[in-house]
């Protein structure tokens, strides 16, 4: 970035924060024009993109450019998309923490297009294998379907997202792209039945008239031409030169087939896109009785036909209204314009619903199934906020104001968290604070959001209240409760300057952004979203599928009134703040340079407007209030080292302490900078400036003798010589590593073979490493599958050795070994294999105790002098436990050790062998079952011990652990309460001895009884 201030004057500067008059919007535009007219779009404030729409195309999205981007310090190269989206991916894979990326802007500055560059770029910068593919793809083409059912052209873009979008994308622990999730905000659903002049409904409606072939529209029937259609007329410009509806049908046809939508889905949904037209064409005339009544029945037989609707039960509830008094229910027919509103608001409700069940179906396509351990490993996610802007329009409405409510919300998140970050970075850098001034608009967000005296809540209570609320009443009550705010202003309560500006139905609002004046005309009707009970009881008995889901009967027993519209967005934008707050924040702000998409067309009067309510100015002064500049020390002396001779050309020391000497050499003084544990801080452009426009005297004084020839021509062949002695040394050095490296991997090939040593064991390891490699992207799909990649031969000693196959487990088990000090693998993993035949399926826990190596002593580490290593070798020993012997007479306790090697048991006290057992001499063991101890009973065990001698063996329950002679002589075994629900069980002693080879189960394996008589 410093490299590029040297052309400053033509090219502006790369970051505004460099700007000498941060405070002044003049300097502002004129650095964002002369960007411009470069066609230099990005530009930096601080970590924030300031992105500028450019109307053509540019050579700035290759594969390329995004290759260049990968891994590169942020402020390394020019501003650019990829910068964020490589820094927020970067962070998240070292740190393993959360990001978003905010993306803002008015309609046609850019965002959509700014989300589907991030999208592409993690999509080919990510590792990826052919199951990550499909999910990559699945990501990819939703965008394709969510802009089809949620953008529509405006007067101010030919595809304006008319839905907030937040999406996450989900990473495994390699930073591969796993899985995702969108949440929708606000779906436009005015738009179905009404469009302003000059703009259209929802692209997907032109699309399938465009696209779609014969025999679908024929199903559907709808006919090709969209002016047949009262729902796609209304703004006068079904078609548009810039919109290519055809080829745009095919892409969301192919989307909707990777995205795994079936046949019957795509039949359900083209079937309500197509009845929602049929909706609109319904015309309702009046009887004689001033009733509503439909005379033509042909659209709704088709409307009754793909919404699996009784045809005469969803005429009636068109034309009448039921009332429920008491117990009772009455039918009221409905006028012609009432009547008009219920069909309208069946196509909107329709719409809304299922542009949502759209949005839940995308999510489980892109939800996270990839792998086996995709559920226990941790993943992070980066967010992109796709989401209008503020709006001021010509007529603000409802909608407008919700857009701007929303924004608000955002520029204080902004704030907060920008100040959030300078602090951590001055308190990391042991740089004292000082507080920024900054204004703060929660004054705004309280006025629109707060309980009980907020716009919102003020709204709904005009909407719930008996009798009759208009649009007036409602403003009344707002000058009523908030007229002394200093924020708002009705025509009442304006003075005479102001007044003239205002109708009687306006009230205005002073946003951080600006003044908007919002028409309260329509806001009670938008917020309440009512749907007559008995349209609603029409599409929850539908056949169609997706409508049922929509519309579930459960909500027709819930006689609570449904939250207003504007509730739910307040909620879900709480919501949605709740999730940024929760992630590590990355910014880009998008701007329209002109109204007529004109390339190279820079109109000052529009931009200067995005500036103000993007908040930009604000934001600049903010990161503006401490230092400029900073940077890391060893970048900085990297930068400017050449204009010291105590730091040129190399400095030996610490980077911080050369930086110190560097600065003071160029006279810095103590009020432009500060020294930070990592970085310097630079307070004033002006400085940097200052430093960058230095000349390099030792550079240039060495290249200006040489020019004018005062350079000696002798020393200037020595200096010359004495380099290409030492290029010739690099290369030589380079090309003598080359031959060793190729000759220990032949050796390490000819010695393949032999045992791991050191002629062979960087080929060895090379090998295992390129193994692995290949089969972490070919693992079997379950732990019964055999087809694993077959290894190298070197390999095949931990593949082949014995007991693989048997269990039907086998090579799974090669993936879960670890170092386990004292056996090999190969023995430790055979001696699974024979005990997964014995324990599988018959204790509880085992599955527990599977990653479990077996250990060759239960002795401490303390105690290990005691296992009697003077009369049985350590070699012989397969495995030592402390064992405790009661005697036959009293049950008196005597430790001992047990120990057992490959071919007897030994009984050891001390240094004394006790007693010793040949396995061969076993015929096996026998015993009687003790039942499940619960929470409070006790069992028994009765046994023979000598000639014919029977006992008995009492368990129970008890405050702690004992076993002792109770009064009756019988040895009784106390073990302490479990926690509810547990219980002990003590398995049938019915072990017979098959194999001359002792296991060695870890102690989870354990489960015979530890207590027996001698």
């Not at 029945?297 to 088709?302: A, D, E, R, V």
């Not at 036909?305 to 009455?330: F, W, Y």
């Not at 490699?773 to 290894?791: A, T």
Request: hydrophobic share 35%; net charge positive; glycine share 6%.
């Amino acid at each position: 970035m410093e490299g590029a201030l040297i052309a400053r004057d033509k090219v502006g500067v790369q970051d505004f924060v460099l700007l000498d008059s941060h405070t002044s919007e003049a300097a502002f535009l004129n650095n964002l024009r002369k960007r411009y007219q470069e066609n230099l779009i990005y530009t930096y404030i601080g970590s924030l993109l300031v992105s500028v729409n450019p109307y053509q195309e540019l050579d700035l999205y290759t594969v390329s450019q995004m290759q260049l981007y990968r891994g590169v310090n942020f402020f390394e190269l020019p501003p650019h998309l990829y910068a964020i989206a490589d820094n927020a991916y970067r962070v998240m894979c070292n740190e393993f923490n959360n990001h978003f990326i905010l993306i803002s802007g008015e309609s046609g500055a850019g965002k959509t297009e700014a989300s589907k560059k991030i999208l592409q770029y993690y999509a080919v910068t990510c590792p990826t294998t052919e199951q990550l593919q499909t999910v990559r793809d699945r990501l990819l083409l939703s965008n394709p379907v969510l802009e089809a059912f949620g953008n529509a052209k405006t007067l101010r873009n030919d595809n304006s997202s008319r839905f907030g979008k937040y999406m996450d994308i989900q990473f495994d622990f390699k930073g591969a792209p796993v899985g995702g999730h969108i949440l929708s905000y606000l779906i436009e659903k005015s738009r179905v039945v009404h469009q302003n002049h000059g703009e259209r409904n929802f692209h997907i409606f032109y699309q399938l008239l465009e696209g779609g072939d014969k025999e679908l529209l024929g199903w559907l029937g709808l006919e090709r031409n969209p002016q047949k259609y009262a729902y796609l007329i209304q703004g006068r410009c079904a078609k548009v030169f810039s919109i290519n509806d055809k080829n745009d049908w095919k892409i969301v046809r192919k989307a909707f087939s990777i995205i795994d939508f079936n046949e019957k889905d795509m039949e359900h949904l083209f079937g309500i896109v197509a009845s929602v037209l049929h909706l609109g064409n319904i015309q309702f005339e009046e009887d004689s009785n001033g009733h509503a009544i439909i005379r033509d029945g042909s659209q709704i037989k088709w409307i009754s036909k793909l919404l699996g609707a009784h045809l005469s039960i969803l005429q009636e509830a068109l034309t009448n209204r039921k009332i429920e008094a008491r117990s009772e229910e009455v039918l009221s027919p409905l006028n012609v314009d009432l009547a008009f509103y219920a069909r309208d608001a069946v196509a909107k409700a329709i719409y809304g619903r299922t542009f949502t069940w759209l949005v839940n179906k995308i999510n489980g396509s892109l939800a996270n199934k990839v792998g086996f351990l995709s559920g226990v490993l941790n993943k992070t996610v980066i967010g992109l906020l796709d989401i209008y802007g503020f709006e001021v329009l010509d007529t603000n409405s409802f909608e407008q104001f919700c857009i701007n409510y929303c924004n608000e919300k955002l520029q204080q998140l902004l704030i907060e968290m920008t100040l959030k970050a300078e602090q951590e970075e001055y308190e990391l850098e042991g740089i004292e604070w000082e507080p920024i001034p900054y204004f703060n608009n929660k004054i705004i967000c309280d006025l629109v959001e707060q309980k009980h005296k907020g716009i919102i809540s003020i709204l709904d209570e005009e909407c719930l209240r008996p009798g009759e609320a208009t649009d007036l009443s409602f403003l009344e009550k707002l000058e009523e409760k908030v007229g002394d705010h200093a924020h708002f202003v009705t025509r009442k309560l304006a003075d005479q300057k102001t007044r003239k500006s205002i109708d009687w139905v306006d009230f205005r609002l002073l946003h951080y952004a600006g003044e908007v004046t919002y028409c309260a005309v329509g806001f009670l009707e938008k917020n309440n979203d009512l749907l007559y009970r008995n349209l609603k009881e029409v599409l929850c008995n539908s056949k169609n599928s997706i409508i049922r889901e929509c519309f579930l009967l459960s909500e027709l027993d819930n006689r609570r009134r449904p939250e207003t519209v504007a509730t739910q967005f307040k909620n879900s934008l709480t919501s949605l703040i709740e999730i940024l707050m929760s992630k590590e924040p990355s910014y880009i702000r998008c701007i329209k340079p002109n109204e007529n998409k004109e390339p190279g067309k820079f109109d000052d009067f529009l931009i200067r407007h995005q500036v103000k309510y993007l908040g930009l100015m604000e934001h600049l002064r903010v990161r503006r209030a401490g230092f400029a500049y900073r940077r890391k020390y060893e970048l900085f002396l990297q930068r400017y080292k050449s204009l010291c001779p105590a730091t040129w050309p190399h400095w030996h020391g610490p980077a911080a302490e050369g930086v110190e000497r560097l600065i003071k050499h160029i006279g810095y003084k103590p009020e432009e900078y500060k020294l930070g544990r990592t970085k310097i801080f630079i307070r004033f452009p002006k400085t940097l400036f200052a430093t960058e426009d230095v000349p390099v005297p030792l550079v240039w004084d060495l290249l200006a003798s040489v020019l004018d020839g005062t350079w000696d021509g002798g020393r200037s062949i020595k200096l010359e010589a004495c380099w290409r002695g030492a290029l010739a040394r690099r290369a030589a050095k380079k090309r003598t590593w080359a031959v060793q490296t190729i000759r220990k991997f032949i050796n390490g090939f000819i010695n393949r073979k032999k045992p791991l040593c050191e002629e062979n064991r960087d080929f060895v390891r090379l090998s295992q490493y390129h193994y692995l490699m290949k089969l972490r992207d070919h693992l079997p799909k379950n732990v019964l599958d055999k087809s694993w990649l077959r290894p190298p031969s070197i390999l095949e000693e931990v593949r082949g050795s014995g007991g693989f196959g048997r269990g039907g487990g086998g090579p799974c088990l090669v993936a879960m070994c670890v170092h386990i000090p004292g056996c090999s693998f190969s023995h430790q993993l055979q001696q699974k294999v024979v005990t997964s035949a014995v324990f599988s399926g018959k204790k509880e826990g085992y599955l527990e105790s599977l990653s479990q190596p077996f250990l060759e002593t239960r002795l401490s580490e303390c105690s290990k002098p005691l296992r009697a290593s003077m009369l049985i070798p350590a070699r012989c020993s397969q495995y030592v436990t402390p064992v405790v012997k009661y005697d036959r007479n009293g049950f008196k306790a005597r430790e001992r050790l047990l120990v057992l090697t490959q071919s007897s048991a030994y009984v050891v006290e001390m240094a004394k062998i006790k007693q010793k057992i040949e396995y061969s001499t076993l015929k096996g063991t026998s015993g009687s079952h003790c039942p499940r101890l619960g929470p409070s009973c006790a069992s028994s065990l009765r046994f023979r011990v000598g000639s014919g001698k029977e006992g008995t063996m009492v368990f129970t329950v008890g405050p702690e652990p004992q076993v002792f002679k109770d009064k009756t002589g019988q040895l009784t075994v106390v073990r302490p309460q479990l926690g509810p629900g547990r219980h002990l069980v003590l398995p049938p002693l019915d072990l017979h001895l098959q194999r001359a080879q002792p296991l060695l189960p870890t102690r989870q394996e354990v489960t015979t009884p530890s207590v027996s008589p001698a």
